[in-house]
T-cell receptor
Framework: EDKVVQSPLSLVVHEGDTVTLNCSYE??????LLWYKQEKKAPTFLFML????IEKKSGRLSSILDKKELFSILNITATQTGDSAVYLCAVSYGGSQGNLIFGKGTKLSVKP | NAGVTQTPKFQVLKTGQSMTLQCAQDMNHNSMYWYRQDPGMGLRLIYYSASEGTTDKGEVPNGYNVSRLNKREFSLRLESAAPSQTSVYFCASSSVPRGNQPQHFGDGTRLSIL
């Protein structure tokens, strides 16, 4: 069965801490892995990863993919209260149009 | 800079009532999607439209129908609402199908069925 598993499911940290969120997957014909941030409403796109070992970076956020071990991590350094959100991992896989499945998300709470 | 617009934002229905959720995108995207999000379940795909004129079932299509009215609009219909359909519904769009490009999401419709 194709699946995407995120860990931890929830996490509480203090401002300034560094966090690492995990996403592992088991799919047939992997195409890409995507990270989204969801605050109160719409998920917003963060990164799309297709190749192993190439870090994507945006400000204090970075992500990397390991296609051999079938996982990705999302790092957030010097966390701020505005980073509090649910972080969703999604994996695209399969045939010509592909399929996309989402993990259940990691809820990050950053305390002042 | 609207992106993906969903209406309504909130709705309460009684069991057995029907309802259509509306979605429109202004990004000239070819593909559109309907998801539901339930606590502890993540986002699950209900239906999608890879391009204008086509629709396909997703992971949880039972109890729903869709219409791709034109390139901009993709509606989701509940013919006879059931309490199990209480959820937050998200519409999304992308330039090409499924995960080949990032999907852009609307703000969601919170639907409660009593």
């Amino acid at each position: 069965e194709d699946k995407v598993v995120q860990s931890p499911l929830s996490l509480v940290v203090h401002e300034g801490d560094t966090v690492t969120l995990n996403c592992s997957y088991e799919v047939t014909n992997f195409r890409s892995l995507l990270w989204y941030k969801q605050e109160k409403k719409a998920p917003t796109f963060l990164f799309m990863l297709t190749s192993s070992g190439i870090e994507k970076k945006s400000g204090r956020l970075s992500s990397i993919l390991d296609k051999k071990e079938l996982f990705s991590i999302l790092n957030i350094t010097a966390t701020q209260t505005g980073d509090s959100a649910v972080y969703l991992c999604a994996v695209s896989y399969g045939g010509s149009q592909g399929n996309l499945i989402f993990g259940k998300g990691t809820k990050l709470s950053v305390k002042p | 800079n609207a992106g993906v617009t969903q209406t309504p934002k909130f709705q309460v229905l009684k069991t057995g009532q029907s309802m259509t959720l509306q979605c429109a995108q202004d990004m000239n995207h070819n593909s559109m999607y309907w998801y539901r999000q339930d606590p502890g379940m993540g986002l699950r795909l209900i239906y999608y439209s890879a391009s204008e004129g086509t629709t396909d079932k997703g992971e949880v299509p039972n109890g729903y129908n869709v219409s791709r009215l034109n390139k901009r609009e993709f509606s989701l219909r509940l013919e006879s609402a059931a309490p199990s359909q209480t959820s937050v519904y998200f519409c999304a769009s992308s330039s090409v199908p499924r995960g080949n490009q990032p999907q852009h999401f609307g703000d969601g419709t919170r639907l409660s069925i009593l």
